[in-house]
């Protein structure tokens, strides 16, 4: 008989997992476990309806159970800094916020989850396993600590109806970066001579919360010449003359905005989904948020859904070059202290996909 393991389990996840099928390998149960997982709740139901199917098909393919919990994201950032604080973890969880993994890699607190990674590398971009390679200050070297799941971009959402409220067009939007920005500037004062009283031009994240004002103070950064701040080896630049003058211009842009009134005054204490409530309230003409989670909520209404609302795409470097976009990498770890880490559930690794959108990227056998 087979040795039931955590590697042979994880590979058998991954392959449930595989976008567009449902694989069933043979799995030889040696004595049913079961493995305690935590999930951060998606956006729609139809995300956390994924999730459970796939941990009912591992369940039936592997005679394993999955005791898992969904959990929104801004909670879950407490409760696992809370738990791994404690030493009462999980076996498996979603890794929030992303440094955590880095992190807690550096003080040799997760498992090496390499021989797992090693059998997906073929479906994983490069920048997700870069991202997931740590180094571990115990043991001196570089390794895999947490498995990339899934990928996404951040894009701008605009309500492409207030635009045209507000007197402009749609096609008209410029396509370089400050002259992007600055053309929503004077729609504020346009939509509040309509009697859209509470509306901003934008819903930029300015607080010190969560994951998304991270992502914007960086893709600004790199839209400014900042590209080079940390280059691939891992190495920090920030004397390099080029990268300071981006920070500054970035710094300067965002702080502006808040402080002439064009964010609304309550983003300097946002966490990652306010920015979200604004926008579908109408508050904020433009935001920049992760992939497609801003309109993931609004899918009940279709009009909005298909015709309101636009996610664009990075415009140009002032100087008319293409602007990098942030990959941001969602992993899941499996702490050192977790009590049975010898079966990792299925759901470890689930290509989020929202209703009639493809996966970024897909992790199959």
Not at 125 to 152: E, H, M, Q
Not at 186 to 192: T, V
Not at 285 to 301: H, N, Q, R, W
Request: charged content about 20%; overall charge neutral; aromatic content about 10%.
């Amino acid at each position: 008989m087979n040795k039931l393991t955590r590697r042979s389990l994880l590979r058998a996840s991954l392959g449930l997992a595989a976008a567009g099928t449902v694989i069933r390998p043979f799995i030889a149960n040696a004595a049913a476990k079961t493995a305690s997982v935590w999930w951060v709740q998606g956006f729609v139901p139809q995300e956390d309806m994924a999730f459970r199917k796939l941990a009912a098909e591992y369940e039936k393919a592997s005679g394993n159970k999955i005791e898992y919990s969904i959990i929104p994201f801004a909670p879950m950032r407490e409760k696992e800094i809370a738990a791994i604080t404690s030493g009462v973890v999980p076996d498996a969880m979603w890794a929030t916020p992303t440094w955590i993994v880095p992190e807690l890699a550096w003080k040799d607190e997760l498992v090496d989850v390499t021989d797992v990674v090693e059998t997906q590398k073929s479906g994983i971009s490069s920048s997700a396993l870069l991202a997931s390679y740590c180094y571990n200050n115990v043991t001196k070297r570089r390794s895999y600590y947490g498995i990339p799941f899934d990928t996404g971009v951040v894009p701008f959402h605009i309500w492409g109806s207030l635009v045209e409220k507000a007197g402009y067009k749609v096609s008209d939007i410029p396509n370089t970066w400050t002259k992007f920005l600055d053309f929503f500037k004077p729609m504020q004062a346009k939509l509040r001579a309509k009697g859209m009283r509470h509306t901003y031009s934008y819903g930029w994240e300015v607080s010190t919360v969560g994951g998304d004002p991270v992502n914007t103070f960086n893709s600004f950064v790199v839209a400014y010449g900042g590209e080079g701040i940390v280059t691939k080896d891992g190495k920090f630049h920030g004397d390099d003359p080029q990268v300071k003058e981006a920070v500054i211009k970035t710094l300067d842009r965002l702080a502006a905005d808040f402080k002439r009134g064009y964010v609304p005054p309550g983003a300097v204490n946002w966490n990652d989904a306010d920015d979200n409530n604004a926008f579908h309230a109408k508050q904020v003409v433009i935001d920049f948020d992760g992939t497609l989670s801003t309109e993931m909520a609004m899918v009940k209404d279709k009009h909005a859904y298909y015709h309101e609302v636009i996610a664009h795409g990075l415009p140009l470097s002032d100087e008319g070059k293409p602007v990098p976009a942030f990959s941001l990498l969602n992993e899941v770890i499996i702490p050192k202290s977790a009590k049975n880490p010898a079966v990792p559930a299925a759901p470890m690794v689930m290509v989020r996909v929202a209703p009639g959108v493809s996966p970024v990227i897909t992790l199959s056998e």
